[in-house]
């Protein structure tokens, strides 16, 4: 007896069915998972010790205690505190950097940054950071994909340009 003098009624128990289609349309109907970023970020507040090795985009907004080992770039915010060497592709610093930097395409120190160690770049800019080391300018590494410029021969020239007489 139920509630106020009423039966109770009881449902059947059914166990649902799983037909092949039903079960692949509902993972089908799943969202898909973000692609991998190449990008990393240390952010503020967070204190990371150890080597970062590989390939992408790096950026320092907290504390790293370590090696950078990187194809790709290095961003130092202006929160950011490296306490180590760097070496990549392209560095720009507007926070701190205790530790040498190899920079093997170009390198940029923004007005807030200061580095505390030697530099070695193919081009340097600093706008107005501080820079308490050496910098050692390296050739620019040879490029595949750039054209060469090829030597022309000037007699092979034909210009057919009228003079003017008079």
């Known amino acids: 007896m139920g509630f106020f003098g009423g039966q109770t009624r009881q449902d059947p128990a059914t166990t ?3 037909e092949e289609d039903t079960f692949e349309e509902a993972f089908d109907a799943l969202p898909t ?3 991998p970023q190449d990008n990393t970020v240390i952010a ?4 990371f010790t150890g080597v970062i090795e590989g390939e992408g985009i790096v950026q320092i907004e907290g504390r790293l205690e370590g090696e950078i080992k990187l194809k790709g770039s290095v961003t130092v915010a202006t929160t ?5 060497p760097i070496t990549a592709d392209a560095v720009r610093v507007a926070g701190e950097v205790t530790g040498s930097i190899t920079a093997r395409e170009h390198l ?3 007005r807030t940054g200061s580095i505390h160690g030697d530099v070695s770049t193919c081009s340097l800019v600093v706008e107005n950071g501080r820079l308490d080391g050496s910098s050692k300018m390296l050739v620019p590494p040879e ?16 210009f057919d340009i009228p003079l003017d007489e008079g």
């Open 80 to 84: 950011g505190e490296v306490q180590g």
């Open 143 to 158: 490029r595949p994909h750039e054209v060469q410029s090829a030597e022309i021969n000037v007699s092979s020239l034909d």
């Open 16 to 18: 649902p069915s799983f």
């Open 33 to 35: 998972l973000p692609q």
């Open 44 to 47: 503020k507040g967070i204190t």
């Open 108 to 110: 940029c120190l923004e």
